[in-house]
C-alpha cells in the first residue's frame, strides 16, 4: 500500500597522495596532528591550492558513470562550528560540482536492469576527529582537509534492495577506478541514506528523513526497513505529520533502530558562500585525458563475458563484481583453463575453501595461474573433477607443482580405451544377472555400471569414456 522512496549521498575518500589543498600526506595512521600545516589547520594568512590529482580522480567518476564533467567548477564554504574543523567551514561544492547528471545501472533480482540517476558529485575536504577519552576530548586534525567526493543519486530506488544494489554497484566502480580504497570499515566508503514512503499512486514525495553514516550493506537494508516500518505505522495511526519530519537520525546496531538525532538543517542555516580564497575549478585538456584513462568497468567486462566467453549473465555478474575476481578469472583464462569450468572452479571450489580457511582471494594461496593449469587438466582429460578437488585441497595448504602432484597421488586419468574396456568387461561378467535386467529394460541399472567401474579404476577412469564405451558394449 505505500511505496518507499530512497536517495543516497555516499561519501568517498579518494586515495590521493596529498590533501585536497595542501601538501600534507594524506596518512592518518601517523602520530596525532603530525600531518598537519597551516592551511589544513586553518591558521590566518595560509591559503588553499586545489590538488589536481583529487580533481582527475572526481573527473574519472564522472566519465564512467557517462556524466558531465564541468570544465569549470566551484567551491564555496559551508559554515559549521565544531571541533574538528578549525576553519568552522568545511570547503565543499553545492553551486557548480565537477561532476554532474550521470547514471548508474543495477541489477535486478529477477533478471531487469534499472537506471539510478546521479544528481551530482562534488569534492569536498574531510574533518579532523574527536577522540571521547574520559573527561577529556582531544581533537586530530591528520584527517583534515583529507579529500572526498561525495556522490549524491537522484531518488530513484524503491526498495532496500535496490539501494545495497546501487551501493555495491558505486563500491565495485570506484575500486575499478582505482580512485578510492573504499574501505567502508575504515570510513573511506559511508553513506547517508535518504529515506520517504508515499501512498502508492501518489505522485508527490513523502516527507524524507536522513540516517547518518552507516558503514555496512547489511545495515543500510536494516536501516531502511526499520524506517519503512516506523513511517508506515505512523501514516496508518493517523500521526504521520507528527511523526515523520525532515531530521536527521542515527543508526543504532545495537538495537537495530534509528534515533533522532537532530533537526534538519536547511541550506540557509550553513550560510553557504563561495570560498574567496579558490579560484574556479578549471581543467586542462592534460587533466581530461589522464581522466579518461580507465580500466573495463564492469558493465562491459559483463557484456564481454556473455558475448565472447558465453558465460551465463548470473555469472559473469558474480565474477564482475569485483575487480579482484575479474582479474583473477582473466588470469585463470591466460593459464589456458576454459571459461566455463574456471566459472565454477573459482565460484564455487576456490571460494567455499578460501572462505572456509579465513581467506579471500586478494590473500588466496593459490594463485590465479595455478588454478588456471588445474582447471586447464581438467579441460584436456589429463585428470578428473574428483582428482582435481583433491589437488586444490594440498594446494591450499602448500605451493606444490601441479603435475607432480598428479603423478604422487596417482590421479592421472585412464582414457586409454584398452584398458577402461578390461575393466568394463569383467564388470559385467560378474553381474550377468544385471545385464539381463538392463537389457530387459530396466535403464536405471546403467547408472550401477558406470559407478562400478568408476570404482574399479579408483576413481581414475575418464567417466565420459566410461560412458561412452559401456553404451556400446551394452547395446
Ligand atoms: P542535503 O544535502 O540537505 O541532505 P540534498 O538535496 O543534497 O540534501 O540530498 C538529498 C538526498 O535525498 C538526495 O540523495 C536525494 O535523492 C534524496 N531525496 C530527496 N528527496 C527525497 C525523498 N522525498 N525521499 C527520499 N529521498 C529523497
Ligand atoms: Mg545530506
Ligand atoms: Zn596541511
Known amino acids: 500500500m505505500f511505496e518507499t522512496v530512497i536517495g543516497l549521498e555516499v561519501h568517498v575518500q579518494l586515495n590521493t597522495k596529498t590533501k585536497l589543498f595542501c601538501s600534507c600526506p594524506t596518512s592518518f595512521a601517523e602520530y596525532q596532528n603530525s600531518n598537519t600545516c597551516p592551511t589544513c589547520l586553518a591558521l590566518p594568512g595560509a591559503l588553499p591550492v586545489v590538488n589536481k590529482e583529487a580533481a582527475i580522480k572526481a573527473m574519472r567518476l564522472g566519465y564512467a558513470i557517462n556524466a558531465t564533467v564541468n570544465h569549470s567548477s566551484n567551491f564555496d564554504r559551508k559554515s559549521y562550528f565544531y571541533p574538528d574543523s578549525p576553519s568552522a567551514y568545511q570547503i565543499t561544492q553545492l553551486h557548480k560540482a565537477i561532476v554532474q547528471k550521470g547514471e548508474i545501472f543495477i541489477d535486478l533480482k529477477d533478471g531487469t536492469q534499472k537506471r539510478i540517476g546521479m544528481t551530482q558529485a562534488h569534492l569536498e575536504a574531510d574533518a579532523g576527529k574527536n577522540i571521547h577519552e574520559g573527561n577529556y576530548s582531544k581533537v586530530d ?10 556522490i549524491v543519486s537522484e531518488p530513484d530506488m524503491r526498495s532496500a534492495d535496490e539501494a545495497v544494489a546501487y551501493l555495491k554497484k558505486l563500491h565495485s566502480t570506484v575500486r575499478y577506478l582505482d580512485i578510492s580504497d573504499a574501505n567502508m570499515q575504515e570510513g573511506s566508503f559511508r553513506c547517508d541514506v535518504n529515506v520517504s514512503i508515499r501512498p502508492k499512486g501518489q505522485k508527490e514525495f513523502g ?9 555496512s550493506f547489511k545495515f543500510v537494508a536494516s536501516a531502511i526497513a526499520y524506517e519503512v516500518q516506523r513511517q508506515s505505522e505512523a501514516y496508518e495511526d493517523g500521526v504521520y505529520d507528527q511523526e515523520v519530519f525532515q531530521e536527521t537520525r542515527l543508526f543504532d546496531v545495537d538495537k537495530g533502530v534509528t534515533k533522532s538525532m537532530r533537526g534538519k538543517e536547511e541550506a540557509a542555516d550553513y550560510r553557504y558562500f563561495p570560498d574567496p580564497d579558490l579560484r574556479p575549478l578549471v581543467v586542462t585538456d592534460e587533466m581530461i585525458a589522464e581522466a579518461k584513462k580507465m580500466p573495463e568497468l564492469p558493465d562491459a567486462k559483463v ?3 556473455i558475448e565472447e566467453l558465453k558465460l551465463k549473465r548470473y555469472d559473469a555478474l558474480v565474477i564482475c563484481q569485483t575487480k579482484e575476481s575479474a582479474y583473477f578469472f582473466e588470469e585463470m583464462l591466460k593459464s589456458g583453463a576454459s571459461a566455463k569450468a574456471s566459472v565454477n572452479w573459482l565460484n564455487t571450489e576456490l571460494l567455499g575453501r578460501l572462505n572456509k580457511a579465513g581467506y579471500n582471494i586478494t590473500n588466496s594461496p593459490v594463485s590465479a595461474s595455478k588454478l588456471g593449469e588445474l582447471v586447464s587438466k581438467i579441460d584436456d582429460g589429463t585428470i578428473n573433477g574428483k582428482g582435481a578437488k583433491d589437488i586444490l585441497d594440498v ?6 607443482d601441479i603435475d607432480e602432484l598428479i603423478e604422487s597421488m596417482g590421479l592421472a586419468q585412464v582414457s586409454d580405451d584398452g584398458a577402461i574396456l578390461e575393466i568394463i ?8 544377472d544385471k545385464v539381463e535386467q538392463y537389457k530387459a529394460g530396466k535403464d536405471k541399472l546403467f547408472g550401477f555400471f558406470v559407478g562400478q567401474t568408476m570404482k574399479a579404476s579408483k576413481g581414475s577412469a575418464n567417466p565420459q569414456k566410461v560412458n561412452e564405451l559401456l553404451r556400446d ?3
Open 395 to 400: 594446494l591450499m595448504e602448500e605451493d606444490k
Open 141 to 150: 586534525l591528520n584527517r583534515a582537509g583529507t579529500p572526498l567526493l561525495e
Open 473 to 475: 558394449r551394452l547395446s
Open 207 to 215: 516527507t524524507r528523513v536522513e540516517i547518518k553514516n552507516i558503514n
Open 303 to 305: 557484456k564481454r563475458y
Open 425 to 432: 568387461d569383467s564388470i559385467l561378467a560378474n553381474n550377468q
